[in-house]
């Protein structure tokens, strides 16, 4: 079972950056797709990026980005251009897998508690 741990979350103004990791226990030594999600208030869970274990990755636009480091087992989404409507809790979740096949949170089986992200104006 693969335990994941965000971090990197805060508050930072509307243009502004941030860049979030999660610590992924048996990462690299065990084949997962690697997701970033996020919730806003009153919204549905939405996908944001995600990387297979070959290192091949996709995001929902070009202000994200999704890497992996295989030697810190850790997983980052880099958050450029930010605004206020990407405020939201980000999670990182995993789905059993060497490849990424779907962006449906349904699908995935494990998931870190969340860091939250707020953009102001």
């Known amino acids: 079972q693969v335990q994941l741990v965000e971090s990197g979350g805060g508050s930072v103004q509307a243009g502004g950056s941030l860049r979030l990791s999660c610590a992924v226990s048996?990462?690299?030594?065990?084949?997962?797709?690697l997701a970033w999600f996020r919730q806003g208030s009153g919204k549905e869970r939405e996908w944001i990026a995600y990387?297979?274990?070959?290192g091949n990755a996709d995001s929902v636009n070009g202000r994200f980005t999704i890497s992996g480091d295989n030697a810190k087992n850790s997983v980052y989404l880099q958050m450029t251009n930010l605004i206020p409507e990407d405020s939201a809790m980000y999670f990182c979740?995993?789905?059993?897998?060497?490849?990424?096949?779907?962006?449906?949170?349904?699908?995935?089986?494990?998931w870190g508690q969340g860091t939250q992200v707020i953009v102001s104006s």
């Open positions: 979740a995993a789905e059993a897998g060497a490849g990424c096949y779907t962006r449906d949170p349904l699908e995935y089986d494990y």
């Open positions: 990387i297979n274990s070959y």
């Open positions: 048996q990462y690299g030594r065990s084949r997962y797709c």
